[in-house]
């Protein structure tokens, strides 16, 4: 907020500056901050940097980020190899060396844990990606454009939300799994039944805003459709899409796992939380650790991102700063 | 307010009908609602015309055509002799640069999350030509001091500003360009009445400077009378009387407009008393069905048979020195006063 009450200036009247004079004017001299322009992203960086919460989060995701990309920093034992799984020791408690005790099959929980949290953030986060950008690019075209093209593809996501999603997934997943893609398989069963939503939300938004009058208003300047669409609907109608970007992050990571359990997205020998969770879960009463441990994981990687998200959308809303 | 006598903008018979049509997939038009239904007049250099008329009656509409915000179904809006309802493109952007729009709600024709700077300077990155880059913040900030705003507050959000603030910015963007008509669409409605004489004395202030043409749009007649140096008025879609103000605020020759004033509030208690109240019957009628002849017949307590069958034109009439659309046009002052 500002830092001074707004009070109206007197008009000024009296005053008889012509465009020359006021051209001739030196500027003042002291000019605080406020020199240098500012941008709706500047301003939002200048002050995410200040929030706490936006630290934490950017934090604990650069740690995640991390994990899933060199796993050995955190964890001298390699889940892949044969020799660290002991059957024997299955669902033993925490012991030295062993933080997180052992599993099902008697492999360390922890080591598990840390070369899981790439599968599973890979997925969760490219997904999500994937969703937002083009189900928000859509969104915005049919919400500009209107007409024709916001009746077509309105109707093509219709087609899409008709699928049901783990049927839809299971589907996608078993067309392709000779092709050999991976966890990308997941991704892009996951993104092709989960685009629709930031679709119809993106455009929601941007018909709202573009019946205010600023639009109206850059349209009485000559505006193009881009700078329009850009400039001043893309901004106004960001907010719930990141809202729903990062809370969808942690569906996906378990819509994964859902996969993962039917027999379809990532498999063992391959390691991924949702895995992990799945499989503990059978055993839970007698051993809830192989399952607490990943779930914690997944827990604070969704808090993060939504925190991350969260501390966006009020940078990027200048009344909330 | 002195006018050179150079016509800057000549609209011709202007008409935009909105269709109304039946059906999803197979749209037939079952009709229109005639939003501006033959609209003519001219306008000077650094003149006003006052546009006012009840809501409904096409007047936003009107703006919006002038702005080739929307494309008239016909008729013509000669802006320096080019037609601005037919240009396209390049050229329908360059026409852009001389007329712009000052608009009614300062808190939803601002950009929220652009700052002042932004939404001021924007004129000048849409038309590039009218400023080089490293001339624009100093411009910007000419146009802030020039409508009265601190010119060291282009960094903060139009919800840091107060509604005649708001307004302000609103003005300077429209001023950006340097545009010789100016589309004010009930700019002060939206203020309180101490701001709104703000806006206005500053909106004067800027005709003198610039020498502005205003298309000064309002339902206030006391404002509209305040800043005008004519007056149209309209009604479902057409223009009924079009004088200068004092023809029409102390000899309005069309029984809607003396209606008109006869509801606007009289400060003066003396002058109360002596005021005549007509108050007409009914609502509007739907401009997409509108009556026969005279569109004000239905509510008129002059009609007669005639009113029905032919429509009155807009022209100077007996015993009137400026145009009404009354076939029964007398001048009566129903305000009484000064």
């Given at each position: 907020m500002s830092d001074t009450p707004q009070v109206e200036p007197v008009?000024?009247?009296?005053r008889t500056l012509t465009k020359d004079q006021v051209v001739a004017t030196p500027p003042p001299v002291k000019r605080p901050k406020e020199a240098r322009p500012a941008s709706l992203w500047g301003d939002a960086w200048h002050d995410l940097r200040r929030r706490p919460m936006f630290i934490v989060s950017l934090v604990l995701i650069a740690i995640l980020l991390v994990m899933s990309f060199w796993p050995s920093l955190f964890s001298s034992i390699d889940p892949f190899s044969a020799r660290t799984c002991e059957l024997a020791t299955a669902r033993q408690g925490p012991s030295p060396g062993h933080l997180f005790g052992r599993d099902n099959q008697g492999c360390d929980v922890y080591a598990r844990t840390i070369y899981g949290a790439r599968n599973s953030i890979v997925i969760g986060v490219t997904t999500t990606l994937i969703t937002a950008i083009v189900g928000g690019l859509l969104g915005l075209m049919a919400g500009t454009r209107g007409g024709v093209v916001d009746t077509v593809t309105s109707r093509i996501t219709e087609i899409f939300f008709a699928i049901p999603s783990i049927l839809g997934a299971l589907l996608i997943t078993a067309t392709f799994?000779?092709?050999?893609?991976g966890i990308w398989i997941v991704v892009i069963a996951l993104s092709i039944l989960a685009w629709p939503m930031t679709f119809r939300i993106m455009r929601a938004a941007v018909i709202t805003a573009r019946s205010q009058d600023f639009v109206i208003a850059a349209r009485a300047l000559g505006a193009s459709q881009s700078r329009i669409m850009f400039r001043h609907l893309l901004p106004n109608a960001l907010a719930p899409v990141i809202v729903i970007a990062t809370i969808n992050l942690g569906g996906f990571i378990a819509a994964e796992a859902a996969l993962s359990f039917l027999g379809v997205g990532v498999q063992s020998p391959d390691i991924s939380w949702g895995l992990m969770i799945a499989d503990a879960r059978n055993r839970f009463l007698e051993a809830p650790l192989p399952l607490v441990f990943p779930a914690v994981f997944l827990s604070i990687t969704v808090l993060a991102f939504i925190m991350m998200g969260d501390a966006v959308r009020d940078a990027l809303d200048p009344k909330l700063r | 307010m002195a006018t050179t006598g150079e016509r800057i903008l000549e609209v011709r018979d202007l008409v935009k009908h909105f269709p109304l049509t039946q059906g999803i997939v197979m749209k037939r038009q079952i009709g229109a609602i005639k939003a501006v239904d033959g609209v003519s007049f001219d306008l000077d250099r650094g003149e006003t015309l006052g546009i006012v008329g009840e809501s409904g009656c096409g007047k936003s509409t009107l703006a919006k055509v002038l702005m080739a915000l929307e494309r008239p179904t016909s008729g013509s809006v000669m802006i320096n002799g080019r037609d601005i309802a037919k240009a396209k493109g390049g050229e329908l952007k360059r026409m852009r640069r001389n007329i712009q729009m000052v608009m009614q709600d300062p808190y939803t024709s601002l950009n929220p999350r652009m700052t002042v700077g932004d939404i001021v300077g924007e004129p000048y990155d849409i038309h590039t030509e009218v400023a080089p880059k490293g001339d624009r913040l100093r411009k910007v900030q000419e146009l802030l001091e020039v409508v009265g705003l601190n010119p060291d507050h282009i960094n903060r959000y139009p919800h840091q500003f107060s509604g005649g603030q708001r307004q302000r910015i609103g003005i300077a963007r429209g001023l950006a360009l340097q545009p010789e008509i100016i589309v004010c669409d009930?700019?002060?409605?939206?203020?309180d009445v101490s701001i709104q004489a703000q806006v206005i004395n500053l909106l004067e202030r800027l005709q003198n400077e610039f020498n502005l043409a205003y298309i000064f749009i309002a339902h206030d007649l006391s404002v509209v009378r305040h800043i005008s140096d004519r007056v149209a008025v309209m009604y479902l879609g057409k223009v009924v009387e079009l004088g200068k103000d004092i023809e029409i605020y102390d000899k309005p020759a069309h029984p809607y407009t003396q209606a008109l004033l006869s509801a606007v509030p009289v400060p003066d208690p003396e002058g109360r008393e002596q005021r005549e109240r007509i108050i007409l019957q009914g609502d509007p009628p739907s401009p997409a069905n509108p009556p026969s002849g005279c569109r004000f017949r239905t509510r008129c307590w002059k009609a007669q048979e005639i009113c029905a069958t032919e429509e009155p034109l807009l022209q100077i009439r007996t015993g009137t020195q400026h145009e009404s659309?009354?076939?029964?046009?007398e001048t009566h002052d129903v305000v009484h006063v000064g």
């Open positions: 008009p000024q009247e009296t799994r000779d092709q050999d893609l | 009930e700019p002060v409605s939206a203020l659309a009354c076939h029964f046009a």
